[in-house]
């Protein structure tokens, strides 16, 4: 009982703290601008206003693109409740696979991918093809590092390997490990699309790959489709801190350590969030065809991970 | 200012911002936050510099909630530039029709709100009311950065 | 009476039943009969393979059927496996027939196409359910010539059906001698054709000989798989055959491929030799990874299917190859997991290609297209079809909750084992192999978003899209059983485990079960579980909870025409192709595919500054045709050319030569 209810609260903080996230990141970003930038919970009134507003389907668009959201969202909160971002005792163990996960957070990115063809315009296409271009070639690169970190614990389950972390700090800070992170790292940035795979605040429709797809979303649709991007957002990033700084998350649902671990959590998703902010505001994005480039050297990193804990293991 | 204050302010472009207007348009239901449409229906441009530079470093309009979107299905507010001419009369109507309800339009300079110099010409349909229905009208050749942001704000409430 | 005697003799009977019926009935009920015979024959074979895998096994020897060896049946749970596989398939084909062959005369519903029907799922039941060399050629040889009958149902509409069942019978003959040549070798070494005697003599047999009938048999099945680069028939004959036919061949024959290196693999020659393992996952890789760039670059919605049946067969082939390296290396648990994961597998490609070829047929029978350019639009006017595609299309991605996601997952975590035993090759190849299949997966799921959002999507792209109309119940009915066993093994695939355990337990390569319970999967030996059914109800409950919530607190939606940058309307020549969808791609991957392109641009007579019109034409060939395969045709065309010179037409010549015939055999008879 204690394990789910720590699940609907993992869910509830992941879901409360992204669109902080995503103000705390535009808020660094405005200051190393020079700007003074936005209220920290400003993405939570664009959201609230969007779920008031009236939504519009395309004329020719089906179940699908008004399914597309919700899919997106669930997929979202589901990994959400049940990686070990609090505890690592979930009651989901069986969904909190690295495998798993990866495949969920797929299964959303196809659903928003439909729904840019569903809506039958050029740029809901354009979007749609290139955003499952960039997943095709993260996968690979996602599924090396999954290797990498499983190989320390036998294990692909996320639980296990935040606790192996935990319990034995030698075998975080090894070659592998710091390999896997970095090809993690990159493949975080294509998953969610950030600089320099795809700039979020883009206002120009060649250059789009997430946002293409959603031009046509509004209203409440649309504040689904937000809110699960930076929950999406929160959830690659913290399982990016849990996996190579897995201290501070509860290994007992006692409530004193979960309180401690959900403090410990959104410290470790500022830091994260503010290096990734005030990095976007040093690079540009890259043109399209030089992406696989990027990601083809982050699965080279990946696979030297995977043979750096195979030969020195 | 102690020196820690001046650290932080370092490199920081933005003025101080006016006080806050006392309430939003209520119709709107914005709750301090405004996503922009831009729509040039024959302006001269000199209106859109303003505007840019509304959303710019110094005038910086997202203090206030206010960002630019690249579709009107995420806007609530159209902001409109320029005598509407005859050619732009349908896509500035089917920008409007393409928002979500309830949306608003703002009319950014003289040549908005009556044509302005431009009054008259062989190709200018009339003012955007003409055309779309008007919530805020911003007078100016060309207006302020700091009227347009006003105006926004009153728009939203913040 | 044994139950899965009895269900095999209904099973054979209802077969010729129904072929004659087929041949006897007039045009109008022919195809309801042929349907119901063969899904009859299909629930025959079914319930004869659940018995099997619940652990009834039979044996029979019916000495009087045939001249010589007679007829030797051997049912275990390996062979259950595939009867089910088989059957099931079979059963969809049946229903879905009905509705799909329709009411003419001509194609998929002549006299000989319909009649053929039942007989060629009886000929794939044979084949699992042969407990001797010769019963298994027989039935493999009657299967290959009754699907060639119905690849060529359309010969006459179509020539490209014509050279896709040239091409089918070429390479289907070529496959069928180097297993008889293997089979009858290893019979001939071991002293005895029943399966039970090879078995007993398997392990004292020389490597040279294990090794020799290893590969023979590996290039006939891996062919009879479509493994690339033996595939060649596959995007042909699946391209050109009527729709259901493809269902059974893609869902069920290919499948027997797999049954065949399994039975010699490991049941007949017992585990083997390390480099026999590698040379079957070299197999698995290429085909994976050169199947799915194929089918994400088609535009032929049936061509990328069946190059999809190609990656498929890759990923279960590299699911074998790491069982056969695992028992090498000692590594019983993850062997077990990965035989699992590459039976399973096999499983879910049934079921959800099967649904998937009947849905293609389902678009061509209401549009007469196959190009996924041409289509669109078909969600609105196709609801149900539409729907049972995305199941299948969900399933064929391997994404959460499909049903190909868990034995993905299964054949992950068997990769993903670690066994320092195992040698230098082994730690390399294993997350060489994870890459591949990731990369696999992710193009695997921009095809079938291509697929699903091009051909069904958005607006139509031509006037045959828009006048599509949905399909009649019994094609629906059909594509309606296949996904609810396609919804059955995603959510509760531990229903399989008990089965997967006995057919481990069955071979003797000493691979120790896999467990699993209730709604998670467990595997023995790996600390992993996956929970498929909290995954399906995760999703759709939390997706229909905040469908619920949004229309509560939200206001009515409203259609709109889609923005269009106000500059007019959008018209369906604006909307995204499946060619340029899969652009990207194909630059991305431009060194393997080598895509043929040309752009014209034609310009006026006034200015070479602007341009009247611009032509783009691509080709993309299949390249491992085009260099393997293309010289060898020609090098054939030519010593056959050749060749002709010996037969002038002169009487004495040809006494010469029989002359000159007996004389050899005669010396080499003395020599000896």
Known sequence: MIAWITAVAQAVLVAAVAPLLIGFMRAVRARLEGRAGGRLVQPWRDLRKLLRKEPIIPADAGMIFTAAPLVLMATSVLVAAAAPYLSTGGPLSGVADLIVVVGLLLLGTVALALAGLDTGTAFGGMGASREMTIAALVEPTLLLAVFALSTRVGSTDLGAIVAAGAADPAAVFTPASALAAAALAIATLAEAGRLPVDNPATHLELTMVHEAMVLEYAGRDLALVEWASAMRLTILLGLLANLFIPWGVASSPHPAALAVGAAVFVVKLAVLGGLLAAGEVFVAKLRLFRVPELLAGSFVLGLLAVVASAVLA | ?158 | MNEVAAALAVAFALAGVGAAAGWAVPARGRSTVAGAATAGVGAAGAAAGLAAVSGTGWQGHLPDLLPLAGVTLSVDALAGWFLLLVGGVAVVVGVYTVGYAGRGGHGPASRTALAVLPVFVAAMLLVPAAGSVSTFLLGWELMAVTSLLLVLAEHRHSPAARTAGLWYAAMTQAGFVAVLVGLAWLAAAAGGESFAAIRAAGPELSPVVSGGVFLLCLAGFASKAGAVPLHPWLPRAHAEAPSHVSALMSAAMVKLGVYGIVRVGFDLLGGGQRWWWLLLGAFGVVSALYGILQAAVATDLKRLLAFSTSENVGLILLGLAAAGLWTDAGEHAAAGVALAAALLHAANHAGFKTLLFCGAGSVLRATGTRDLDELGGLSRRMPATTLLFTVGALGAAALPPGNGFVSEWLLLQALLHRAPEAGMVVTVAAPVAVAVVALTAGVGVATYVKALGTGFLARPRSSAAEQAVESPRGMLAGMGLAALACAGLAVAPAVAAPALDRIAGGLRTGIAPLGGSGVDVRLSGIASTISPLWIGVGVVGLAVGFAGAARAVGRARRRAAAWDCGDGPLTARMEYTATSFAEPLQRVFDNVLAPEQDVDVTHPSESAYLVRSVQYRRRLPDRIEARLYQPMVTAVDRVGRAARGLATGSVHRYLAYMLAALIAVLVAGVIR
């Open chain 2, 1 to 158: 200012m102690g020196l820690i204050g001046k650290i932080r302010d370092a490199g920081r472009v933005a003025e101080p911002a006016p006080p806050q207007p006392e309430q939003g348009l209520p119709a709107a239901g914005l709750g301090g936050s405004v996503q922009v449409r831009h729509v040039d229906a024959g302006s001269c441009n000199g209106c859109e510099i303003e505007v840019g530079q509304a959303f710019g470093p110094t005038y910086d309009a997202e203090r206030h909630g206010v960002r630019l979107v690249a579709s009107p299905r995420h806007a609530d507010v159209l902001t409109v530039t320029g005598p509407v001419t005859v050619n732009m009369a349908g896509p500035l109507r089917a920008t409007y029709e393409a928002m979500p309800r309830p949306g608003l339009v703002v009319a950014v300079g003289d040549c908005a709100r009556d044509c302005g110099v431009f009054a008259g010409g062989y190709g200018v349909l009339g003012p955007v009311s003409d055309v779309v229905p008007v919530d805020v009208q911003v007078p100016g050749c060309p207006p302020e950065p700091a009227a347009i942001v006003a105006a926004l704000r009153g728009v939203s409430g913040r």
